[in-house]
């Protein structure tokens, strides 16, 4: 009966993930949104299974993050444990900014949830005793993200979304080490969704969300002790750094 916990879920590949998740009757999911109140659910709850919690977390905002973390406790009861953990929420701000012209506020934003988002849940979740000894935890990235594949391209894209994405990577590396001690059957990973049909893919988008969610999913199932601090694409090719 495993615990998946994903952030960023009313729509997108989050809603994907729960929307494939939701179809076994084993899976308990907490669906994180960024609000209860504000945000338009109706696709996540036609998706959701009886066993979906859907409970506000605005990644941005640790004060969202520590009241997410305690109402989970609240829906899982004492004793069950987080079994996945997808921090998927990302925000890709006034990407026709380009290194010569960042706006300080849009990548400030984008640090809040891209980065520090992630670091904090992480976190929060380990000191509310929530994951469990064998946690999966798969931060999204991109492609973008890479320092190698971004040298060998001509184009620079994103350049606020790729410098927090970039971070996220180098986070993750820290979380894959930082968490052993902790809980030594843990693994951490990264994995670029590939270019998919969503808001935030945009125009020219090439996978539907289906093919990227069942991608990262099996990533994530296949997921051994040794792949901790791996950076995987959605087919499950290591993607260099
Ligand atoms: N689609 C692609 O081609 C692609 C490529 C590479 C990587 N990725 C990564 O894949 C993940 C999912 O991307 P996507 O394509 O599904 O993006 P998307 O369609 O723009 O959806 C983003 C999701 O994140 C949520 N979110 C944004 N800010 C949040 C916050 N402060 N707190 C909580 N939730 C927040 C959004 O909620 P609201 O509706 O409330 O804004 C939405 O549910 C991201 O990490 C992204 O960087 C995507």
Redesign the pocket.
Known sequence: MPVYCI??????????FVRQLARSSDNTIIA????LA???LSDLRAAASPSTHILE?????LA?IHAFAKAARLALGEDRKIDYLI??????LASHQTSLNLGPDELQAQM???VI?PAKTLELFLDAGLLSQHVRVL??????ASLHLTAQSPARKCAG?SIT?AALNMLTLHQAADLRSHLPGAVVVLA???????????EG?V?E?SD?VAGVLKVLHGLRPEDSGSFFSHSGDKIPW
């Open positions: 952030t960023g879920t009313n729509r997108g590949l989050g809603l994907e994180g949104v960024r609000s504000s945000t338009d977390c605005d990644t941005g905002s969202s921090n998927n929420a990302a925000v890709n809040a949830v891209n988002g931060n999204m990235t991109s492609g973008l979304y994405k670029d969704p590939g270019w998919a049909k969503t808001r935030l893919g945009g988008a996978m969300p990227s």
